[in-house]
């Protein structure tokens, strides 16, 4: 089964307007932290931002937000106020504390394009 | 500061060749990843490091990879015999440790295409 599920292929959103891309999560481990990646097409990974598992409040990184739903087990990530430089690949992660070593688990990715 | 750095940026191999790749991780940081990224796929987990000592390589595909860190530092994935098939991005990533909070931060990876 997969552990991160993100369903959205591909997404459009308008330069200024704001975006949700999805991501869910399977885990039995009660430690756990999620992370959001973005890759343009220079290949880099660079983060964006962090939830961990135990966290009360949803994570926010200027115009990132994280939407954590624990019981759902969904972590979806929110940009604001798009901009064209936000084109490139989103991944979303997880880390499981319980049995691993802490590598990261990563999900297929949503290709967003930001049109003008 | 610097951060994490990989070279090749670029290697074409021939089928059967051994190759190296090299990541020079952020000064100071304990844990360094490996993580192989093929085509339209998020990465996958290769080995991980904590300080010298290969702390997991569950994710190594086959006894033809095999990586050291023989300082606690630079990191050199290796590939012996290599086939069609290992043609991916290879990706490094260290973090200042490895618990629940600590980030990891990627190199610009190594695209390796072997014909």
């Known amino acids: 089964a997969q552990k991160i599920t993100q369903t959205q292929p591909g997404m459009f959103v308008q330069e200024k307007e704001a975006v949700t891309l999805d991501c869910t999560y399977d885990?039995?481990?009660?430690?756990?932290?999620l992370f959001w990646y973005k890759q343009p097409s220079s290949g880099e990974m660079i983060f964006l931002i962090y939830q961990g598992s135990y966290d009360q409040q949803n994570a926010t990184e200027g115009r990132y937000s994280l939407n954590f739903q624990k019981a759902r087990k969904s972590a979806n990530l929110v940009i604001s106020a798009s901009q064209l430089g936000d084109s490139a690949m989103y991944f979303c992660?997880?880390?499981?504390?319980?049995?691993?070593?802490?590598?990261?688990?990563f999900g297929k990715g949503t290709k967003l394009s930001v049109k003008p | 500061g610097a951060g994490v750095s990989q070279t090749p940026s670029n290697k074409v191999t021939e089928k059967g060749k051994y190759v190296e790749l090299r990541c020079d991780p952020i000064s100071g940081h304990t844990a360094l990843y490996w993580y192989r990224q093929s085509l339209g796929q998020g990465p996958e987990f290769l080995i991980y490091f904590q300080g010298t000592g290969a702390a997991d390589d569950s994710g190594l595909p086959n006894d033809r990879f095999f990586a050291v860190r023989p300082e606690g530092s630079v990191s050199t994935l290796k590939i012996q015999r290599t086939e069609r098939g290992d043609s991916a991005v290879y990706l490094c990533?260290?973090?200042?440790?490895?618990?629940?909070?600590?980030?990891?931060?990627f190199g610009p990876g190594t695209r390796l295409t072997v014909l």
């Open positions: 885990t039995s481990d009660p430690s756990y932290g």
């Open positions: 990533a260290s973090s200042p440790g490895a618990s629940s909070t600590d980030t990891q931060y």
């Open positions: 992660a997880m880390r499981e504390l319980g049995g691993s070593q802490g590598n990261l688990i």
